[in-house]
């Protein structure tokens, strides 16, 4: 099976090349725009006849698209989210190649949900930035196109190669510098938020499992169980062998939330290496802690436009592609850690 991967260089692209090249039936091309591929195009300013005329000649019998941008103005996310994503619906539907299309969509695409319901992929989407946004009209695109397709709407990916600007990459960075420097305190916020964590090389087998399936539509691919960000910190730092105290700082909702540098007044201790749960969440602070604390960079609550809660239903994803997660949060940690160690 000839597959073309687009945005094989990005965190996703990295595993779902590395998992499609270990299965022997495949034959991988990597198209982007950096160096690294196989044939250099950037889908955000490229015609679609110009791709069209590259299927014909490949002729592949899947076409895998990760590529997109996760940050920028909206402008540049639409550019390349969005206006890339219907190229290449464009250039599939001319193309006498008839490949199957595996598009990477994203759990900002539902936008913020209430506390304790889990997300099926009826959920009436409504998208809380920018980000999300661009996405969203991707996937519209994909199915609505007509192509044999299907969206992958992945939840949040940890794991190996996690960035060090998402919540756990940044996490395990502050941790690193706390014993780095001997620091016995970290102020942390945004530790109430709940996430639904899903292994990086559990998102490349259920892309693998979409490239041999017929499904089409949308499936949620997640854990199916929501995590607070603050038992993932106390694992973290159980992992990490932190035992000083992890300082929660309380950062409001209200109009100022999420302005740079915009610290609430109160907030709770826990000590490193606790069993995560009530009594050791969110008690009061105890005690006096160093001068000088590690403070994580401050972050506005949701960046990722979803609100305090998120978690998958992910029956959908089980009944027609066969996959579920296997990677528990606590290994995705241990993977995170031993990157930010190797730093030390």
Known sequence: MRVLLLGAAGYLGRFIAERLL????????ALGRGDDADVRFDLATGSPGALTRFLDAVHPGVVVNCAGAIRGTATELTRHNTIATATLCES???????????????????GPSPR??????????????????????ATELVTGSGL????????????PGTPAGSPLGRLADSMRRALQHGETELRLTGLGVQRDFVDVRDVARAVHAATLSAARGVVNIGSGQAVRLRDAATTLARVSGFTGLLHEVDVPH?????HPGHI????????????PGPRAADRSPQGA????????????????????WQQADVRAARDRLGWRSRINLEESLADIWMEAACRL
């Open 92 to 110: 599939l539907r001319r193309s006498a190649c008839g490949a199957r299309l595996v598009h990477v969509g994203c759990a900002s695409e539902y």
């Open 148 to 159: 044999d397709a299907i969206v992958l709407r992945v939840f949040s990916p940890t794991g």
């Open 264 to 275: 609430g007044h109160s907030g709770h201790d826990i000590r490193a290496g606790a069993v």
């Open 22 to 29: 270990a299965d022997p039936a495949v034959h991988l091309t």
């Open 254 to 258: 209200g109009p100022h939330a999420g």
């Open 116 to 137: 304790g319901s889990s997300l099926a992929e009826d959920t009436a989407p409504r998208p809380g930035g920018p980000y999300g946004l661009s996405k969203l009209a």
């Open 289 to 308: 802690g160093p001068e000088r604390p590690v403070d994580a960079p401050p972050v506005p609550p949701y960046p990722d436009g979803c609100g305090p």
